[in-house]
């Protein structure tokens, strides 16, 4: 399942990154790799996803969170 479908309040894991090296090493940055667990603090119809990664609040545009693959 991709990111952007995920129900917020839910617990997820980072499985892969369907994207090329910038996007891989941008969200890399920001702590979310294969692996990491994350929690979908907001994800409405429209507009950016809000997860919580570790004690970290990290946004998201629609458009990342396509090429995010969870489970």
Known sequence: MVLSAAECGKSLRLLNVN????????????????????????????????????????MLGRGMAEKVVVG
Request: cysteine-free; charged content about 20%.
């Open 19 to 58: 994207a090329g090296q910038g996007l891989q090493s941008r969200l890399a940055a920001m702590g979310l790799v294969p692996g990491v667990e994350f929690e979908v603090i907001t994800n409405h119809s429209r507009g950016p996803l809000v997860l919580a990664v570790d004690e970290s609040r990290i």
